[in-house]
């Protein structure tokens, strides 16, 4: 059918990255922008890496009317474009060509990636990432099991990455 909804999450990070890390850096640097900042952006984005959301971080746009499909939900639609000028990596796909397994697994909820770490090249460059799920085994155990658990004490696991702080382009 129809997209139900226009994804709001798209506002948010585009709304956080202009007047939230854009307006905070130029208090510091009237001529900041996010192409020249130093940016590290992670967190638990609630989209997987074949989200419009994620492709907004990595791509620096997404336009007005794309659709993205959730399994067993409604289509949502981009009601207005998004841009950004940040040139955004994710780090564990950078490092390891692929994003974690899973970062979140809550009951009854399908395992799911949804935490990232990003870093703005050419001012950053990711040199390696921590999976805390290192084996196969522990990666059926979590999605056996849920989370959290008695190893893994939240709903989310932790997102860890190396970055080099380059030199001045």
Request: glycine residues 6%; contains cysteine.
């Amino acid at each position: 059918g129809p997209p139900a909804e226009v994804n709001p999450r798209l506002s948010q990070v585009r709304s956080s990255l202009h007047k939230g890390v854009l307006a905070g850096a130029r208090t510091f640097d009237a001529a900041a922008t996010l192409a020249n900042l130093r940016l590290v952006y992670c967190g638990d984005f609630n989209d997987e890496a074949d989200s419009l959301v994620y492709k907004l971080m990595v791509t620096g746009s997404v336009d007005a009317g794309e659709v993205q499909t959730f399994d067993g939900f409604d289509d949502v639609v981009v009601g207005k474009a998004a841009t950004h000028d940040a040139s955004l990596v994710s780090s564990y796909a950078h490092c390891t060509g692929t994003e974690p397994t899973v970062t979140f697994k809550a009951p009854n909820m399908r395992t799911s990636t949804i935490d990232f770490v990003f870093a703005a090249l050419p001012h950053l460059r990711p040199l390696m990432v921590f999976d805390r799920l290192s084996t196969p085994e522990a990666i059926a155990d979590v999605i056996r099991t849920s989370l959290p658990s008695a190893e893994h004490p939240s709903d989310h696991l932790p997102v860890c990455a190396v970055i080099e702080l380059l030199a001045r382009v």
